[in-house]
């Protein structure tokens, strides 16, 4: 519980402070007192289950990530929301060199890489159908302990692919007294990457893709990146 409202901006431990007539206070005031509310009335967890993606669409995207060179491809630095994880982004992202907008970064020179990037960019798009965005974000064993995200314009979307077992995504709700526990693997979920969102602990090997608008730009049509 501690993690879950440790990760809140002080402005929305407030808001929901004023959602459930608690005192006011200051951002550090509120999270105690919403630790203290929430120990004594545990939040309820409404479990929710979206349409599957097609069922080809959902292998072929499985059969590339389990065939990419991970080691070459992922982020060096770990996400202080990640341990373990290993990630890397498609689309357009930015660094200490500016926006990129390629897809494929060029730093990746592998043929063979390339080409599988470049299919599982085209896959994720067959997906997520009218679901505009600017950049996939995707991990390999991610541990998402509770979390902001704070690079995203709008709505994310999200899909874990694997063997695995666990692993669901929780997102705070517009309700403070109610968690909405998505199962997504192989079933998307459309959601507000600034609410506080975990991922449940899991067993196995479980990929996860997140499709976002990066705040450096607005979303783009995916053939004109």
């Known amino acids: 519980m501690e993690a879950q409202l440790a990760c809140l901006p002080g402005s929305y431990a407030q808001q929901r402070c004023r959602e459930l007539g608690l005192p006011a206070g200051s951002g550090k005031d509120c999270k105690r007192r919403l630790l203290e509310f929430f120990r004594a009335e545990p939040r309820r967890m409404l479990r929710l289950q979206a349409a599957a993606v097609p069922l080809s669409l959902y292998k072929r995207a499985l059969w590339i990530l389990d065939h990419l060179p991970w080691d070459r ?13 290993q990630s890397f982004s498609l689309g357009r992202t930015s660094g200490f060199w500016g926006v990129s907008h390629d897809v494929i970064k060029k730093s990746v020179r592998d043929p063979i890489a390339r080409a599988l990037l470049q299919l599982l960019w085209d896959t994720l798009r067959d997906m997520a159908g009218g679901f505009e965005y ?3 974000h995707v991990n390999r064993n991610f541990n ?17 692919l694997g063997d695995f077992t666990g692993g669901e995504l929780v997102i ?8 909405a526990c998505h199962t997504t693997k192989r079933r998307p979920v459309i959601f507000d990457g ?3 969102h975990w991922v449940l602990p899991y067993e196995g090997r479980r990929y996860s893709v997140i499709l976002y608008t ?8 995916q053939h004109d990146l």
Do not use: F, I
């Open 172 to 179: 705070e709700t517009e309700d403070p007294r109610v968690l």
């Open 194 to 196: 600034h609410r506080p």
């Open 73 to 85: 491809l992922c982020s060096h630095g770990l996400r202080a929301a990640a341990k373990g994880n």
């Open 134 to 136: 600017s950049t996939a």
């Open 144 to 160: 998402g302990v509770p979390h902001v995200d704070k690079n995203n314009v709008g709505l994310s979307w999200a899909l874990s």
């Open 214 to 221: 990066s705040r450096n730009g607005l979303a783009a049509d």
